[in-house]
């Protein structure tokens, strides 16, 4: 038509290209979980780095499961006794004998096979009649795996906030002692010693003689409100 006025060409739509949107810096969350930021699958806290620091750094065997548990009866045993009953017997154990906690309970490790002369022990020193609340663990028992140290001794602790998640979550148990890769933790448990016990190691009789009468002790003040006269 004469005198109108010729279209405007509009761009091709491949011609337009999307803008991204911008990506959120990385925050201190981001640090704190590494496996964000890299990329990877695995969580700096996951069970596959507590299971490979066990079983890597001091050849202790974990089961399969979640949260990871390690097997009892092959490198050590172990006694679980009310917290208030382990903390009195710490004296009797080596400076490097591993010792772990588990809310109101304490795990201590002992030399492989000791918790089959406990029933014995326990007779012997006439506690056997008497209802302890002290469990020996041994061959084919397995306990909750502490976190691995993520500190230097004597530094306490430092809490990360991270994802919550469902089910079992690992760190219900924190090691007290925790054992050092690289050394003999057998050396430092306590054994029979009259049995080809390892010179230096605390004397299991002893050990278990004093968790005994601190047991006792701890059920009778929940059991009597009155302060015993022997306490």
Not at 79 to 92: I, K, T, Y
Not at 126 to 136: F, H, K, N, Q, V
């Amino acid at each position: 038509m004469v005198g109108s006025v010729p279209p405007v060409a509009r761009p091709a739509a491949a011609a337009i290209t999307a803008v991204p949107l911008p990506r959120r810096p990385p925050g201190p969350e981001d640090a704190a979980h590494p496996a964000r930021s890299s990329g990877s699958s695995v969580p700096a806290g996951s069970d596959d780095r507590i299971r490979g620091w066990y079983e890597n750094e001091l050849g202790w065997t974990t089961v399969p499961g979640s949260p990871v548990r390690l097997s009892v009866g092959e490198r050590f045993d172990v006694l679980d006794v009310p917290a208030e009953a382990g903390s009195a017997a710490l004296r009797r154990l080596a400076p490097g004998s591993p010792v772990a906690v588990r809310g109101d309970r304490m795990l201590l490790l002992v030399a492989a096979g000791g918790a089959d002369e406990v029933p014995g022990i326990l007779r012997w020193l006439e506690w056997g009649a008497l209802p302890l609340d002290l469990t020996a663990i041994g061959a084919g028992g397995t306990v909750e795996a502490p976190l691995p140290p993520a500190r230097p001794p004597g530094r306490p602790p430092r809490r990360v906030a991270g994802p919550r998640r469902s089910g079992p979550v690992q760190g219900a148990a924190v090691w007290l002692r925790p054992p050092v890769a690289g050394h003999e933790v057998e050396a430092s448990l306590p054994t029979m010693s009259a049995v080809g016990g390892v010179g230096g190691a605390p004397d299991l009789v002893r050990l278990v003689d004093t968790l005994a009468t601190h047991c006792h002790r701890v059920r009778l003040r929940h059991a009597c409100p009155q302060p015993l006269a022997f306490s």
